[in-house]
């Protein structure tokens, strides 16, 4: 039986990632890794999760949810647009990760072409049998294909406190809790990493969780 390990917000804490990993065992064939998002920015390795990212995904079957971070970082790296807003919200350690470099367009965030493929491969939602993988939520009502890409990336409250059924069971990032918030149809997998709290992994159907110490 496939198993699944959704992996919540890194936000650059690298060694939590490594640490977590290490408690996990995956089935190379078998096995499905889902990170919900968040990879990037606040914390002080954004670059190198990524890079670990990508070694994983050579490794295993990865499946990997864009976050309202990467949304930014895309929106301000290749449209110039939200610059204030991704400021604002810790992008100034992944820019300075990368690094500016001068072009013939002006400066530009120095990122490799592989982790610019990562970034604009970066799925809206991951969906299996029983469960329903996104970074912040749904709003309720809409069904999952029509749901919008800021709803996916930012809601907040009118998910997570509405009793609302998706027919599957949601688990979502973006909101952080000091423990794992679950409930009949939800379960939120952000425990707040970059803010001093830990990295958390669900496993599937087990439901069962690690957390980095």
Known sequence: ???????????????????LIALLDIDEEQDRIVFIGDYIDRGP?????????????????VSC???????????????????????LNGGTTTIGCYGIIDTPGGKKINVPEDHMEFYRSLLPYYETEEYIFVHAGMRPGIPLEK????????????????????????????????????DPYKIGIDTGA?????????????????QTP
């Open 1 to 19: 039986m496939e198993k699944i390990f959704a992996i919540g917000d890194i936000h650059g804490c690298i060694s939590y990632l490594r640490d």
């Open 45 to 61: 390795d954004p670059c190198e999760v990524v890079d670990l990212i990508l070694e994983l995904k050579s490794k295993y079957r």
């Open 65 to 87: 949810l864009i976050g309202n971070h990467e949304q930014m970082f895309l929106d301000y790296h290749c449209h110039n647009s939200n610059r204030e807003l991704y400021f």
């Open 147 to 182: 749901q919008s890409m800021v709803d996916l990336t930012w809601i907040r409250g009118e998910f997570i406190y509405s009793k609302y059924d998706f027919g599957k069971r949601v688990v979502f990032g973006h909101t952080h809790f000091s423990k794992p918030y679950i």
């Open 194 to 210: 970059v803010y001093g709290g830990r990295l958390t992994c669900l496993e599937l159907p087990a439901i069962k969780f690690y």
